[in-house]
């Protein structure tokens, strides 16, 4: 089987903060050091990972180091890892949105990319007008694109729509007919960033199904990141995890999901504090602290939080709002407090939350939180929000450990049914 992407010693090097005069006098050096002297660009020595929790030293990070793996033709691979942790840099490189720092990228074959939202359309354009600009840019002929319009537009179910400028688009119609459009005009190299969240989920569903065609029934390659463990566990044969900018291990997508969340647990804390920043003085309100308090969860036993918010204005009819997702991101079930409240400037107010008969079983689990206005039926809007801020584990079914379930296996779910059970013969 032959290579259909090689990525040789790849890395990416960026400068932090805002464009200044320092700028053109780091240009000039290094361009007096690399192009007259002929010597090693200086600015190559320096720098840190990309770590995105830590303040650092240098204005120099590097957001990808030394990348260096093969994808077969043909091959799904599952690119995965935490926020920042290069995954949208690797695709932008391949897809030569921006450049690599050091090393080369070698594709064979077009390459179709879906990498935010609206990616490659014109806003004043039609739909239909950006279907036949995206092929041009693939390279296709006007012939190849009229052939495959038909099926681009029913896939997208945008049809109402196709001739109506995309500007007007709401976020999921931009992915749908995004989507339909690097699929259906047949690119040799399929590059698929988490877009696809955007989307409800019947369209998840035929997207996922699309690209299993892609890749088993038509021989081409996909390139697919993605938060969600269950779509990267059913479509991916092989996975690759990056951490800090850095290749932590690459195999097959079951192993590399394994030792990713494996990873994921010793990141669980107790307790959130606000980071000194000056978003934080822009935002009405943000969580100053999070902690849960409960001693040791267990499945029946209430998760008992302090949430501390610090308000910069005075807010009317806040609300919180937190979910409980699996060590797998799968999320389980939400919380939101059923009476709003107000924040006055200034000031710092404390809630106490209890969730009761959560009935989580055995295993990992964190907490996502948003503080905010609004609900889903009158619309929400979040000030802050801050994504698996708390983890905890559940390592016992009760104090007495009565159970029978003294063991729990990840194949039984995440939650513990409360029953009785009588024989009654």
Same mark, same amino acid.
């Given at each position: 089987m032959s290579t259909a992407i090689a990525f040789e010693h790849i890395s990416k090097q960026y400068r932090l903060g805002l464009v200044s005069t320092k700028t053109l006098s780091h240009d000039l050096r290094r361009f007096w050091i690399t192009n007259v002297l002929g010597k090693e #660009?200086?600015?190559?020595?320096?720098?840190? /990972? $990309? #770590?995105?929790?830590?303040?650092? +030293?240098? #204005?120099? /990070?590097?957001?990808?180091r030394d990348i260096d793996f093969k994808v077969e033709q043909g091959d799904v691979l599952g690119i995965i890892g935490k926020n920042g942790a290069g995954k949208s840099t690797l695709l932008k490189l391949l897809s030569k949105v921006t450049g690599p720092t050091t090393g080369t990228i070698r594709a064979h074959g077009r390459i179709g990319s879906l990498l935010e939202v609206g990616t490659g359309f014109h806003p004043e354009m039609t739909g239909r007008e950006n279907i036949f600009l995206n092929g041009a840019i693939l390279g296709m002929t006007r012939h190849e694109i009229q052939r495959k319009l038909d099926e681009i537009i029913d896939f997208s179910g945008c049809e109402r729509y196709i001739d109506t400028p995309v500007k007007r688009y709401s976020s999921g119609m931009m992915v749908r007919l995004g989507f339909a459009v690097a699929a259906f005009l047949e690119p040799e190299i399929l590059v698929v960033d988490e877009v696809l969240a955007v989307g409800d989920a019947e369209f998840q569903k035929k997207a996922i199904g699309k690209m299993q065609d892609v890749s088993k029934g038509e021989g081409r390659t996909v390139l697919f990141v993605s938060h969600n463990m269950g779509s990267v566990r059913n479509l991916c044969r092989s996975g690759i995890v990056l951490d800090k900018g850095m290749i932590a291990y690459s195999g097959t997508a079951g192993d590399a999901i394994n030792f990713y969340l494996a990873n994921r647990q010793n990141d669980l804390s107790r307790k959130y504090e606000c980071q000194e920043s000056a978003n934080n003085a822009i935002k009405p309100a943000y969580f100053e602290s999070i902690e849960l308090v409960t001693p040791e969860v267990m499945t029946t036993t209430p998760i008992e939080l302090i949430i501390k918010i610090k308000a910069n204005t005075d807010v009317a009819n806040a609300r919180v709002n937190c979910t409980i997702f699996g060590m797998d991101e799968t999320p389980l079930g939400g919380i939101s407090s059923p009476q709003t409240f107000e924040l006055k400037k200034d000031s710092v107010r404390t809630i106490r939350y209890s969730v009761m008969n959560h009935n989580l079983a055995k295993g990992k689990y964190s907490i996502f939180f948003s503080v905010g206005i609004g609900d889903f039926s009158t619309g929400q809007k979040d000030f802050e929000v801050v994504p698996y801020a708390i983890g905890f584990s559940i390592e016992k079914y009760s104090a007495e450990e009565s159970s029978a379930y003294v063991q729990w296996f990840s194949g039984w779910g995440t939650m513990?049914? +409360?029953? $009785?059970v009588e024989v009654i013969e």
């Open positions: #660009d200086p600015y190559l020595k320096i720098g840190e /990972v $990309n #770590d995105r929790s830590t303040k650092g +030293q240098s #204005d120099y /990070v590097w957001a990808l513990f049914f +409360q029953h $009785n």
